[in-house]
């Protein structure tokens, strides 16, 4: 049997740690929702059945995060006993979303990104509460509160660029986020953009840019969600529609 070279012993990625984990479910079920949306203004109507496999892929991997959390062995409290609840409910609603028509299972999955950031911030305090960490090893970035703000937001989905008249914009929800700060996440490798991935603001209106965390941002995001977490239940907030979003603008 040949040996691999020694090179490719040592090049393999470390797993994602079940924080990280949670960071990346949140943002896979942003990009469902994106093409869900795209799918309810998509001129013909599109397949009515053209989310299930995606829905699926989402239950399974909402799964293995529910699994790599209760492999912590952490104690229960209340607080990690909630968000392993919620994770089972997020792994039962994306099922369930499948056997749907759009409308119907973009509502079920409406509130999982939030829904799964409030469980990776719950179970990155309980580990940082027992003196364990929440992320990998990886590249320490030194993170100003804006910055800190900014990456939650993007993690949750509430954060798309546009260009109109020469001009950027960005739009957000919840927590104010410049184009500054985005611009200084971008060049940290922390934040990048998918062009025309989320949907439009109206209808009719041209596709918008996602922002999204790259692996190292989740990484710098498990590391600094270390606050307790707060006591509103986690996904309570409904998902941001496109016409709702409070905006940002800025010159390029």
């Not at 942003?30 to 949306?37: E, I, R, T, W």
Request: proline fraction near 9%; include cysteine.
């Amino acid at each position: 049997m040949t040996t691999p070279p020694e090179d490719f012993l040592f090049d393999v990625a470390a797993p994602p740690t079940p924080v990280e984990r949670l960071l990346l479910l949140a943002d896979q079920y942003v990009q469902h929702n994106d093409m869900l949306d795209r799918l309810l203004r998509a001129h013909p109507p599109s397949e009515p059945n053209a989310h299930a496999a995606s829905a699926q892929r989402l239950a399974s991997a909402t799964r293995t995060a529910l699994k790599a959390v209760t492999d912590v062995r952490l104690f229960r409290s209340p607080d990690l006993s909630d968000a392993v609840v919620r994770l089972e409910q997020l792994a039962f609603l994306s099922s369930a979303s499948a056997d749907q028509q759009l409308p119907m299972a973009r509502t079920l999955t409406a509130l999982a990104p939030e829904a799964a950031m409030g469980c990776a911030n719950t179970l990155a305090y309980e580990i940082r509460r027992r003196g364990g960490t929440a992320a990998g090893d990886g590249p320490e970035h030194t993170l100003t509160a804006a910055h800190h703000t900014a990456l939650w937001e993007i993690a949750c989905g509430n954060v798309v660029v546009t260009s109109s008249l020469g001009r950027q914009n960005v739009h957000y929800r919840d927590e104010r986020v410049l184009l500054g700060t985005l611009r200084a996440l971008e060049a940290k490798g922390l934040a990048e953009r998918v062009p025309q991935s989320a949907p439009a603001a109206y209808v009719g209106g041209p596709l918008q840019d996602r922002v999204r965390l790259t692996p190292a941002g989740t990484t710098a995001l498990a590391t600094a969600i270390s606050s307790p977490p707060t006591r509103r239940a986690p996904g309570t907030t409904p998902a941001p529609a496109p016409t709702a979003a409070k905006t940002a603008a800025h010159s390029r």
